[in-house]
Structures are given as C-alpha cells and as structure tokens.
Nanobody, 125 residues
C-alpha cells in the first residue's frame, strides 16, 4: 500500500502563487507515476498533471500549462505542484495520486491506484 498526504493549500488572490506538496510513504517502490487532479464544486475530477516517479516524463493539462509546474523531490519522497498566476477558475480541491503503471489515459481518474485526501485551494478575484 501507498499513502499520500497533500499539504500547502489555502486562500490566495488572483495572480498569486501557491505550492502544494504530496508526501508518499509505504510501498513507494511500486509507484511508476504520480499526478495531480482537482475537483471544483459540482464538477467532475479534472486532470492537472502527471510525472513519472523518476521525473523523466511530465504532462500537463492545457488549462494549467505554462502556469503550473510539477517536480519530484527524491530526498523527501514528495511530488510538488507549483502554481503561479492563479485564477479564480483554479479554485478546487486538489488531489495527489499515484499509479503503479504509466496511465494509458492520463486524464482518467480510474487509471490511478492511490489517492490523497485532498487540499483546498481558493483563488479570490
């Protein structure tokens, strides 16, 4: 089993920045990729980005490309999501996840095996 714990959410004004972190523990050797999704009230869970555990492959949703950056910290066993130029539409609960294999459909939540509990990000206008 793999446990994922997110941190770093909060309230920020439009144009501001936040950095989310996802700490992984347990059988991390079984993970191949880690990613981020988000879910706004009344909407489906939406793909944000994914990175291989080794850091060699990274993909982003078009809606965050150029503003968000995913990175791996091997020493801390974390995956971070740096969010810049935040907009009110970025308001959502952000979830960290992990997959034992590279997801055939990176935007499909069911392709991921483990999930964190989520952290709220609120961007005010």
């Amino acid at each position: 089993q793999v446990q994922l714990v997110e941190s770093g959410g909060g309230l920020v004004q439009a144009g501001g920045s936040l950095r989310l972190s996802c700490a992984a523990s347990g059988h991390t050797f079984s993970m191949y990729a880690m990613g981020w999704f988000r879910q706004a009230p009344g909407k489906e869970r939406e793909f944000v980005g994914v990175i291989t555990w080794g850091g060699g492959r990274i993909y982003y949703a078009d809606s965050v490309k150029g503003r968000f950056t995913i990175s791996r910290d091997h020493a801390k066993n974390t995956v971070d999501l740096q969010m810049n130029s935040l907009k009110p539409v970025d308001t959502a609960v952000y979830y960290c996840n992990a997959a034992r294999e590279w997801p055939t459909k990176i935007g499909d939540p069911t392709a991921y095996d483990y999930w964190g509990q989520g952290t709220q990000v609120t961007v005010s206008s």
